[in-house]
């Protein structure tokens, strides 16, 4: 099991990138970020992820969320891969709009827990899962996603865990089943009637259940 755990604070490791070498939380700054692992690069999948997370790297900087992603290769294969990646994404950057960390050694891929032992390289080596941790300005670990190396991410359900993650990290709601930005959330189960009816002054609706219960309570925030 991995030992990164929601709300630790995540290593502030040091690495090379395609920006050069970087130390995690500097390179963070006081933004949110996202850091996501590839298996190897010049590989299809994640030639397509890499492709859609450029195209949509516009809606991440519109949330504050700094992209970095980490593929265990070198920092040349990256710069190489990069140009592929850019030929066949649909985005307007003429550069990938975010770095890429280099793992060649495997270090961050065993500290972070990323290893996918059902898939090896030539030499038999583990390469990485699709890792997704998404880090709070605080520098705590806000959310994690562990895919094998042979399933492709969904990046728009990214975006959408982002939004709420950043809006729950302001008001006491959470989001229901597909939420969307702008849709009615929940009030959390902690707060008294009378609390959320002070605190949400758009109005708590409760939808009735057979237990009687008063838990299915909607707002706009
Ligand atoms: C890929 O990115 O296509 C891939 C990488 C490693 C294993 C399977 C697929």
Redesign the pocket.
Known sequence: MPGLLLGDVFPNFEADTTIGRIKFHDFLGSSWGVLFS???DF?????TELACAAKLSDEFKKRGVKMIALSIDSVEDHHNWSKDVMAVSSSTAKTLPFPIIADHNRALSIELGMLDPD?RDSDGLP?TARCVFVIGPDKKMKLSILYP??TGRNFDELLRAIDSLQLTAQKKVATPVDWKLGDKVMVIPSLSDAEAAALFPNGVTTKEVPSGKNYLRYTQP
């Open positions: 590839h298996p190897k590989t299809p999948v994640c030639t898939e390469l190396a042979t």
